[in-house]
């Protein structure tokens, strides 16, 4: 059974920094995109970043310069390192995997975490 726990959310003020993670088990990590989406009330879930299972990674442009994501295969661990938050950063950050390479058959999301950035 799949299962993706996030963890490391909660309350910082404006320009403040977080992180966050999620563990991830059941498959075979080093083989999944990792990616990490956010949704605040009322939006749509939005994709935040993305790491392949080479390590290359892509930002939407509103996090780009003050998110960084990463991954570590031997604990089958991936973050988000959050840095000048803004208010509007307010959502739950859910993580999600897709794979396995090359077929990106399946795709598993976390219950997600609140991250609160407080003016």
């Known amino acids: 059974q799949v299962q993706l726990v996030e963890s490391g959310g909660g309350l910082v003020q404006s320009g403040g920094s977080l992180s966050v993670s999620c563990a991830a088990s059941g498959l075979t990590f080093r083989f999944y995109t990792m990616r990490w989406y956010r949704q605040a009330p009322g939006t749509a879930r939005e994709l935040v970043a993305s790491?392949?299972?080479?390590?290359?990674?892509n930002y939407a442009d509103l996090v780009l310069g003050r998110f960084t994501i990463s991954r570590d295969n031997s604990k089958n661990v991936v973050y988000l390192q959050m840095n000048s938050l803004k208010p509007e950063d307010t959502a739950v950050y859910h993580c999600?995997?897709?794979?396995?390479?090359?077929?990106?058959?399946?795709?598993?999301w976390g219950q997600g975490t609140q991250v609160t950035v407080s003016s």
């Open positions: 999600n995997a897709l794979g396995p390479a090359p077929a990106y058959m399946h795709n598993y």
């Open positions: 790491i392949t299972t080479d390590g290359s990674t």
